[in-house]
């Protein structure tokens, strides 16, 4: 009896379970516990918890969408906010007061607002005006190509019977002019809610971002708020800083072609692509389709018409996939096809301003989840 306790002992401490026992000799299917759990309570459990969460952001989405009159004026004053953060953070450290770098700040995002609508404001009046005249002299240039185009039975009869009259065109235009009338008033409000709320976070900045770290309650988690709140603020501005120059080299760009292409207006051509640049995709395709558009109009010959366009998205190009990666480096860089959906849901949700917010937005969750998910670096074990 005790020799054999003593070979148990043996044979468990050489061995933890016997060998019928051991995972290795058990078949593919069996040496995995969770193979044959069966699907009950705890399935039911998951799937209630999925349910809950779906039910949370279909309300969430809701909410947001409802109050977007307040909300997009907020979230556009609060990501120009954390834009200007290294502003405001040198200009507090050359003595500048808090009330002083506020009303700086936002007196210099109020000037460049202010002489971007006064840039635009007379070339769309004048495209109101001529309308019409615009519409026409578009359908005479782009008649003989349409008609070579069989497929799209399209013909002269066409543009002179139905919806696509001109003078359906005019009689609509009325209507055209009631909606823009009718989104004037709340777009003045959202611009005044825009620079309080761009006036009062800028003032108030530090005193927030001092409330938010000190509501977590260890210091670890603290720490990590901390590191957060510095991150998105270096990304956002250096990004845009960076995008401002690169774009503004670009706007430039399209002036030069523009003016050579033989294109009215080639400044107002480079503020267009100037802005429409700080939308990814939509705005390089409708800058690309309205030159293509205007060329089309200005030359008689095809060739000399979609040259500009041509030019300016092969330019637009190398600046997106050459200079602009060499310039922010390879850590910053964002799934195209994450931004692309980004800037889908937000223009769903929020239209033009949604769509401009899509980028930064999808900046700031790219930089919480790399400072909560810290990426780690597995160093290989190489033998002896």
Known sequence: MVALRIRNSKYRKHNAEPPALRAENLPEDESDPTAFTPLGR???DVASSWAMIGIFLIIGFAVVNHMSLILIPVTLAVVVGMILGLAAEKLGKAGVPRFGIAIILSSLVAAAVFLLVNALAEPVATLL?????????????????LERQHWLNISPASFQTGPMSMQSLIDNSGNILGVLTSSLTPA???????FAALLLFLLGRLRLRRTIILAFPRRHQRLVAIRIINSIEEVLGYYFATATMIYAGLGVSMTLIAYFGGLAAPILWGVFAFVSSFVPFLGITLMTISVAVAGIIT???LLFALAPA????????????LVFPAVMGRQWEI????????????????????????LPLSLIMMTVLSELFPERKTVPRLPD
């Open 129 to 145: 005006e001529e309308g019409p005249n615009f519409v026409e002299r578009t359908i005479d240039r782009l008649m003989p190509f």
């Open 310 to 321: 041509a030019v300016f998205f092969a330019v637009h190009l190398v600046v997106e996939n």
């Open 299 to 301: 030359h008689d010959s």
């Open 42 to 44: 705890e399935a039911l």
């Open 335 to 358: 799934n195209p096809f994450v931004v692309f959906i980004a800037i889908l849901f937000w223009t769903w949700m929020w239209g033009a301003v949604g769509a401009m917010l899509a």
């Open 188 to 194: 003045i409000v959202q611009g005044l809610i825009f």
